[in-house]
């Protein structure tokens, strides 16, 4: 039965309750001698038989109308919290005094509990999944990096070894002149030299050290001694034991892996210094060549690798900034600064 016919029996009922009511209240006030007095009484100058079933009829469509407008909002009510499951937004916790309405709205928030549970899961398991491809993407990446490294490594690289110490021992046998032919031989000897920077700066890219739980201190260290059995470059550095969180030390460490590289390719430098001290409340980290420099706002606008330098200082709130002159040198200058408690959430 639905609520339309419900609404007409229970309104018909109550017309015919009430039309009894009535008849037995005024036959009880004025007592009948035969049926016929039913026609000649009046009421309101209307006949008795006329005015109480009327006026019972149009009660009883009153009284169908307002249980009607009365229902109608308690299914209106029900229906705002359905679309609001549907939604996804929180049934208020408003009070209905009508138990079957309040029971309903209170399975509708079990419901809706249950589906936001169940949204939370599946949120958690597609945020673990992709976490899971993208940390198998990077061991793939990784290992494909380490693989091309290494094939660099023993082929390219020996042979351009090779080539830089037969190169070398041509031109100290042949004596000191300054023939055409000498100085192709250096000039050939040169471009060796620095395709050996170019690709020791290459492997440095594809297979970077990691700190892998060593300190700052200590990954910058065995960065620069392992540069130094490979390049002829005067090395130096200054590294304080700073304590910091993993994440800045990551960064910083990312950052001076790509300047020396940088420096490797580009600076035709004979010395890097490398300087890491902390002085009030800042991490200071300063990368200094004395190679050919260049024009920083034209390197910034087309050099990958500056740019990311500046977002990596920027995601661990710093600041980065370069100087360089031309056949002068260039400095790099990383500022982060150190937060209260740092130090003692490290220890």
């Known amino acids: 039965m639905n609520v339309l016919q419900r609404q007409i029996i229970?309104?018909?009922?109550?017309?015919?309750?009430?039309?009894?009511?009535?008849?037995?209240?005024?036959?009880?006030?004025?007592?009948?001698?035969?049926?016929?007095?039913?026609?000649?009484?009046?009421?309101?100058?209307?006949p008795f038989i006329y005015i109480v079933p009327s006026f019972s009829i149009l009660a009883g469509v009153c009284f169908g109308f307002?249980?009607?407008?009365?229902?109608k909002k308690h299914l209106s009510t029900i229906d705002?919290?359905?679309?609001?499951?549907?939604?996804?937004?929180?049934?208020?916790?408003?009070?209905?005094?009508?138990?079957?309405?309040?029971?309903?709205?209170?399975?509708?928030?079990?419901?809706?509990?249950?589906?936001?549970?169940?949204?939370?899961?599946?949120?958690?398991?597609?945020?673990?999944k992709a976490e899971d491809q993208e940390r198998r993407i990077q061991e793939m990446v990784s290992q494909e990096r380490n693989r091309l490294a290494r094939e660099l490594h023993d082929s390219v690289s020996q042979q351009l070894f090779a080539a830089s110490m037969m190169?070398?021992?041509?031109?100290?046998?042949?004596?000191?002149?300054?023939?055409w032919e000498t100085k192709q031989l250096k000039?050939?000897?040169?471009?060796?030299?620095q395709s050996q920077l170019e690709m020791r700066a290459l492997l440095l890219h594809l297979r970077p050290a990691a700190l892998k739980g060593k300190s700052l201190q200590e990954g910058i260290q065995?960065?620069?001694?392992?540069?130094?059995?490979?390049?002829?470059?005067?090395?130096?550095?200054?590294?304080?034991?700073?304590?910091?969180?993993?994440?800045?030390?990551?960064?910083?460490?990312?950052?001076?892996?790509?300047?020396?590289?940088?420096?490797?390719?580009?600076?035709k430098a004979t010395s890097l210094d490398i300087l890491l001290i902390e002085r009030d409340d800042f991490v200071i980290m300063r990368v200094t060549d004395d190679g050919i420099g260049f024009e920083h706002e034209e390197e910034k606008t087309g050099s990958y690798g500056l740019q990311n330098m500046y977002e990596r200082a920027l995601e661990i709130g710093g600041s980065m900034k370069i100087v360089s002159l031309k056949n002068k040198?260039?400095?790099?200058?990383?500022?982060?600064?150190?937060l209260a408690g740092e130090c003692d959430e490290n220890d």
Not at 329 to 336: P, Q
């Open 10 to 46: 229970s309104s018909a009922i109550f017309s015919l309750i009430l039309f009894v009511l009535l008849s037995l209240l005024f036959f009880m006030a004025f007592p009948l001698n035969n049926w016929g007095e039913l026609w000649s009484r009046k009421v309101m100058d209307l």
């Open 66 to 71: 307002a249980s009607g407008l009365i229902w």
């Open 80 to 128: 705002l919290a359905i679309q609001e499951v549907a939604n996804g937004r929180t049934i208020s916790n408003e009070y209905y005094p009508l138990a079957d309405i309040h029971e309903i709205k209170t399975k509708l928030t079990k419901i809706q509990k249950q589906m936001m549970e169940q949204t939370k899961l599946s949120q958690k398991l597609a945020n673990e």
């Open 167 to 179: 190169m070398s021992a041509v031109t100290e046998s042949k004596p000191r002149s300054d023939d």
């Open 187 to 193: 000039l050939i000897e040169a471009t060796i030299h």
């Open 222 to 267: 065995e960065l620069l001694v392992e540069l130094m059995q490979k390049v002829t470059m005067n090395i130096k550095w200054k590294v304080e034991p700073i304590p910091l969180d993993k994440g800045v030390e990551d960064h910083l460490f990312r950052i001076l892996q790509e300047s020396v590289s940088n420096t490797l390719r580009h600076a």
């Open 329 to 338: 040198g260039t400095r790099l200058e990383v500022k982060v600064p150190v």
